[in-house]
């Protein structure tokens, strides 16, 4: 049977990782976050309120175009970020910090739910569920510079958006799995434990959350 898996969490929760090694072990193909360079971003940093609703609206269009492609593929899927996160977490921030006008974020959410509402959701949704803590500490030791100025309040206001998504999300079953004390990239026994929680999940069984 062919699936298809999300992975959604904060910046530095471990979803490409993950989404890498589950490829791998479960001979899945992964998609991994769209490479192509926004050109508003250069704008967007420079006046975020002018540029976010345009930089988002960029982001929205490449990742549906992604989603649409990625469901043609003829066997299991496992994606890095959902498209329902661009949404959800990342433009609703901007909004609630005054980057984007209560007119832009109206109309682009209307546009995301219009679409969204098109697309088949995934079969899962793996929520990675790390503290501020973690997501520094992982931030810090993969040493991207553009994300060097990350600060643990705009991460913990992250935190408390996809709690808020997760909570009411109803489009597919969703597995948490704890972060803070896991080590999948390096420890087996980790990616053995989450493989076969989200394998279970997808055939319908219910396992002992290990982790």
């Not at 969490?9 to 989404?19: C, E, M, R, V």
């Not at 609206?57 to 043609?72: E, H, I, K, T």
Request: proline share 4%.
């Amino acid at each position: 049977m062919k699936y298809f898996v999300a992975v959604a969490g904060n910046i530095g929760a471990g979803k490409t990782s993950l989404a890498a090694l589950l490829a791998h072990k479960l001979g899945w193909e992964a998609f991994f976050e769209p490479v192509e360079e926004n050109p508003y971003l250069v704008d967007f940093y420079q006046d975020m309120r002018r540029w976010g609703f345009n930089s988002q609206v960029f982001f929205l269009a490449r990742r549906l175009r992604q989603y649409r492609g990625l469901l043609d593929r003829p066997g299991s899927i496992i994606q890095d970020r959902s498209v329902y996160e661009d949404a959800e977490i990342f433009a609703c921030n901007l909004y609630q910090q005054g980057y984007m006008s209560e007119r832009d974020w109206n109309s682009y959410h209307d546009l995301y739910e219009a679409v969204t509402t098109l697309l088949p959701p995934p079969n899962l949704v793996v929520y990675l569920q790390a503290s501020v803590p973690t997501l520094l500490r992982r931030i810090g030791l993969r040493g991207r510079g553009i994300e060097h100025d990350i600060s643990p309040e705009y991460l913990a206001q992250l935190n408390e958006l996809y709690e808020r998504w997760i909570a009411g999300f109803n489009l597919c079953p969703v597995l948490t799995v704890l972060m803070d004390d896991l080590d999948f990239a390096h420890d087996a026994t980790h990616l053995d434990q989450i493989a076969r929680r989200i394998v279970d999940r997808l055939q319908g069984k219910e396992t002992i959350a290990l982790v």
